[in-house]
């Protein structure tokens, strides 16, 4: 059979939700029947002044996958002195927006059966027909954080989109296309952890921690407030903000200098391995940006492998009245509070629910038991064009 040749397209290969999912899905994958390549929309030598350097890229070369860069494919916007000189004497009149992409990236595109693209925020509009019909468009943001997410979008075309989201959600999320197609596929992982060995400890500080990344599009308010609450009925409490990013820049000192807060959270900064971090530092409970009743990145259900139980605040405008007992969700502040005290102080709650959500990721998290979704579609699209 000869193997049916995919391109994922990629933002970036920093420690990332896409990032990281677009590796998962690599060696998962049956190489005897797919072969993948990548492009990735960051240029070779950029430096990003948020991300200490790269990581997902050697990943996917350990694995045999062949990696480009958008550099050769990109046109150079700065002007020649000849154009210079013919605007400035027309005064601009005749001068005309560079297009950003050489024709050379359509050909490049079109060498593949298949373009997966890893987030809608990835897909570029201007490609020819051809390409759109073979495309895959992975959504990895919400339009939660972003409203005008899909706006550039040609909403009457049938865009075939892969995403976590289902039911009501699905809805809202894809409420401005007319004709898509979507397939359902849930954040997984490889799974190499078989036990959960956390323990509910007695210390004299309990400890909270959140993993993200320090950004406006993910909003830590409703953190900062129930804490403020939690405080009122268990001081011994401190809160460790772990993720890239400046607190500073992002406005969330602010926060914490008007609720009066500021001694009781640290922000401690990128960690290359959050899951030993929330061992090492003996974490009684998690806090988590949720997204209608379920956990909204790869970040909490690592946590969930450790075993730190997992609380979430949910972020979805309506989410799913019905409460989640294995990833407890709250749209209220004292109800957050409450059951975050309750998992700090008993330790039969709080075991109960750590060995609740290892079970279920262990279960129902497994990228090895859910490729086989993602090929089948694979092969779908293929014979379709």
């Not at 991300?51 to 996958?65: M, Q």
């Not at 002007?79 to 950003?100: S, W, Y």
């Not at 909490?300 to 979430?312: E, K």
């Amino acid at each position: 059979m000869q193997k049916i040749n995919i391109l994922f397209i990629v933002g970036a290969f920093h420690k990332a939700g896409a990032e990281r999912f677009a590796y998962e899905i690599d060696q998962a994958l049956n190489k005897e029947k797919f072969n993948v390549s990548i492009l990735c929309l960051q240029p070779e030598n950029y430096e990003s002044p948020k991300w200490a350097g790269r990581y997902y890229d050697e990943k996917h070369k350990e694995i045999g996958t062949e990696i480009t860069y958008i550099d050769s494919f990109i046109q150079k916007q700065k002007l020649n002195r000849a154009e210079r000189i013919f605007h400035k004497l027309t005064r601009q009149k005749f001068r005309k927006t560079k297009k950003i992409y050489k024709e050379t990236l359509f050909s490049f595109l079109d060498n593949f059966n298949l373009i997966h693209w890893m987030g809608e925020y990835t897909f570029i509009h201007e490609v020819p027909l051809k390409i759109k019909e073979k495309s895959l468009i992975h959504s990895m943001c919400a339009k939660f954080q972003h409203p005008t997410l899909y706006n550039e979008y040609d909403f009457d075309f049938p865009y075939q989109f892969i995403s976590g989201f289902e039911n009501e959600e699905l809805k809202f999320e894809y409420s401005q296309f007319k004709n898509i197609s979507h397939t359902f596929l849930p954040l997984a992982i490889k799974m190499e952890k078989k036990e959960n060995n956390w323990k509910f400890n007695n210390n004299e500080i309990k400890k909270i921690g959140i993993f993200t990344r320090l950004d406006k599009n993910k909003p830590l308010d409703p953190f900062f407030y129930a804490f403020h609450l939690l405080l009122d009925k268990k001081n011994n409490c401190e809160l460790h903000i772990f993720g890239n990013g400046d607190p500073e820049k992002e406005g969330m000192l602010e926060y914490l200098d008007r609720l009066g807060i500021t001694n009781k959270v640290f922000f401690r900064g990128h960690q290359e391995d959050i899951s030993q971090t929330a061992v090492n530092e003996n974490l009684d409970l998690s806090w988590f940006q949720g997204y209608n009743n379920r956990p909204a990145g790869f970040a909490g259900y690592d946590l969930c492998l450790t075993g730190v139980p997992l609380v979430c605040w949910d972020f979805f405008s309506k989410p799913i009245e019905i409460f989640n007992p294995v990833y407890p969700h709250f749209k209220n502040l004292n109800q957050f509070v409450d059951f975050t005290l309750e998992i700090l102080t008993s330790k039969s709650k709080a075991e109960e629910l750590s060995n609740l959500q290892f079970e279920d990721v262990k279960n129902n998290r497994d990228m090895e038991k859910l490729i086989a979704t993602v090929e089948e579609l694979y092969l779908q699209i293929h014979k379709k064009n």
